[in-house]
């Protein structure tokens, strides 16, 4: 009963992290303009995309195919998640606030 069977739909573990997806896994994000943008930013973790439609979104994975600009993002896009988004800097303020620290 160790193994599921061939297609299963068996549920993984939740990571570790409160996280947004791309930047643990060492991928640039492309995001478009909004709550997200201004954290990426200043972490230079994404290439922030003004308009909503394909054809930036496309020019924003042009930019992308520079290896040193791949590089660069992703790196930057782990080193934001170890610094801000590991479930202990998450909670640890809530704690507070529930604890009235």
């Known amino acids: 009963m160790g193994r599921a069977a061939a297609g299963s739909t068996r549920?993984?573990?939740p990571a570790a992290t409160a996280q947004p997806?791309?930047?643990p896994?060492?991928?640039p994000v492309l995001a478009p303009?909004?709550?997200w943008s201004g954290v990426f930013e200043e972490a230079d973790a994404a290439l922030i995309v003004?308009?909503?439609e394909a054809p930036a979104y496309l020019e924003a994975?042009?930019?992308l195919s520079?290896?040193?600009l791949w590089a660069r993002k992703a790196r930057n896009g782990r080193e934001l998640v170890r610094a801000r988004f590991?479930?202990?800097q998450v909670l640890e303020p809530l704690a507070a606030l529930y604890e009235g620290r």
């Open 11 to 13: 549920r993984r573990r």
């Open 25 to 27: 896994r060492g991928l």
């Open 50 to 52: 003004e308009a909503c």
């Open 21 to 23: 997806p791309g930047p």
């Open 86 to 88: 590991q479930w202990r």
């Open 33 to 35: 303009r909004g709550e």
């Open 61 to 63: 994975l042009h930019q």
């Open 66 to 68: 520079d290896p040193a």
